[in-house]
């Protein structure tokens, strides 16, 4: 398998719809060997099989990042499957607009759980293979709401917020090892499951296909802790600058 990715092991959480799915197929057609996770057990296997229709290496993975277990299990199933695990993309969340008042404990338990929680466990799942290894990357999908307030966001930007402070932290950890953690917003609007829940009808005018950032996950992927590590990046200016040959 040939491209900029081959030989390399990539899981990427929430991978059956919009952003994941997209970095899904980027990563398998740059030859990685990708697991591909997410909660929707026919739309997960729908995605892998339609990879490897196209020649591509993509096994599917349901899991519900809220089951702590299933999780330490699923990586444990990979690590043991594919010798190692080179790049965790931590893309998988969820999100609802409510007024404090009306959200519930439960809706913010869970909101939590899968989106700050979540890549909690997936990377401490990965973190001690890649600190052995001393190499790997883990990407922590964020938001323009990881570093702005929004209406009726408290839970999401609190997850959002929490994804950049959990990275910042991480990216320290990892330094010595040589692995690379960077958080990565969309940086223009994209059509996905979630966006179509969320956009206002100005921004739907103009939103894109994920495929069309995936480059920047791509190169977010061959990151070493003394390349691009421990930044916030915006998926489309990197993808635009990849794409004009400015980054290379
Ligand atoms: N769409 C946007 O405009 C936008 C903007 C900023 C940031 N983001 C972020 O990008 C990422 C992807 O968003 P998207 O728009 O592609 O969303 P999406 O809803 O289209 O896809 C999210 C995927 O995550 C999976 N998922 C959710 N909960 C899960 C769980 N408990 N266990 C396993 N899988 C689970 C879903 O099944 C789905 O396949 C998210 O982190 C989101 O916060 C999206």
């Not at 994920?210 to 996950?217: G, K, R, S, T």
Request: aromatic share 6%.
């Amino acid at each position: 398998m040939s491209g900029k990715l081959a030989g390399k092991v990539c899981v990427v959480t929430g991978g059956a719809r919009g952003i994941g799915r997209a970095v899904v197929h980027a990563y398998a057609a740059q030859g990685a060997q990708v697991h591909a996770i997410d909660r929707f057990a026919d739309e997960i296997e729908a995605v892998a099989a339609g990879a490897r229709a196209s020649g591509h290496t993509v096994t599917a993975w349901p899991l519900d990042l809220q089951d702590d277990g299933a999780v330490e299990a699923t990586f444990r199933r990979i690590e043991q499957q594919a010798g190692r695990i080179d790049v965790l993309v931590n893309n998988a969340a969820i999100i609802f607009f409510k007024a404090i008042e009306d959200t519930s404990i439960a809706e913010w338990d869970q909101l939590i759980a899968i989106n700050l929680r979540g890549p909690f466990l997936c990377s401490r799942a990965v973190a001690p293979g890649m600190k052995a290894r001393k190499s790997g990357a883990i990407i922590n999908v964020s938001s323009k709401a990881g570093v702005q307030g929004g209406n009726d966001e408290t839970a999401y930007c609190a997850s959002k917020f929490g994804i950049e402070g959990f990275s910042r932290a991480l990216s320290i950890e990892m330094q010595p090892y040589n692995v690379s953690v960077n958080t990565i917003t969309p940086g223009h609007p994209v059509h996905t499951a979630m966006s179509e829940t969320t956009y206002a009808p100005e921004m739907r005018k103009i939103w894109i296909d994920p495929a069309e950032i995936a480059p920047a996950f791509v190169h977010l992927a061959l990151q070493t802790a003394s390349g691009i590590n421990d930044r916030y990046i915006k998926a489309w200016d990197l993808a635009q600058d990849l794409a004009n040959g400015v980054v290379s």
